[in-house]
């Protein structure tokens, strides 16, 4: 969170070659409220969307605001947000695996193309179905996740 501003920020750096014998940086502040809006009107009452650092599984933007910088875990007590986390994290393994395979309460059909993820399954919470899309955005720890009702 940016402390003058107050919004979410987003801090990218990058090393950059050496001149006259000194390494350099650069690095740029992104705010997170525009990707906010999009992942808002991405979302309406059946379809849900987020963005995740697929890293430290903290949302980065939500359709509810006071979910941002929550981190996701599988120990969580919201069930659905306990199986979104191990779908995600089952979604990683499948990328390495590149391959159609079930969990306990999830089928997850992963592919791969050029370090980009793109993940659908489908997951069982309680007598509810969800369908779920996790898809990784190429060059960032970051994912968004889709998930609705069926």
């Known amino acids: 969170m940016d ?10 750096t990058t090393r950059l070659k050496q001149k006259d014998g000194v390494d350099r940086v650069a690095a740029i502040d992104v705010s997170l409220d525009g990707i906010a809006e ?4 991405m979302s309406d009452d059946r379809l849900k969307v987020a963005l995740v650092n697929g890293t430290s ?6 359709v509810k605001t006071e979910r941002v910088s929550h981190i996701i875990s599988e120990s969580s007590d919201n069930e659905l947000e306990a199986e979104i ?9 499948g990328m390495e695996k590149s391959t159609v395979y079930a969990t306990s309460s999830a089928t997850i059909t992963a592919s791969k193309d050029s370090g ?3 993940v659908a399954g489908v997951i069982d919470v309680g007598r509810d179905r969800y369908f779920v899309l996790v898809t990784s955005i190429k060059g960032t ?3 968004v996740v889709s998930y609705s009702y069926s």
């Not at 599984?57 to 939500?62: C, D, G, M, R, S």
């Not at 986390?85 to 393994?93: A, D, G, H, P, R």
Request: no cysteine; aromatic share 12%.
């Open 57 to 62: 599984f903290e949302i980065l933007a939500h």
């Open 3 to 12: 402390a003058q501003t107050g919004e979410y920020i987003v801090t990218a």
């Open 85 to 93: 986390t191990k779908f995600i994290k089952n979604s990683k393994e």
């Open 38 to 41: 999009d992942v808002s009107r």
């Open 141 to 143: 720890d970051w994912i």
């Open 116 to 118: 980009h993820l793109e």
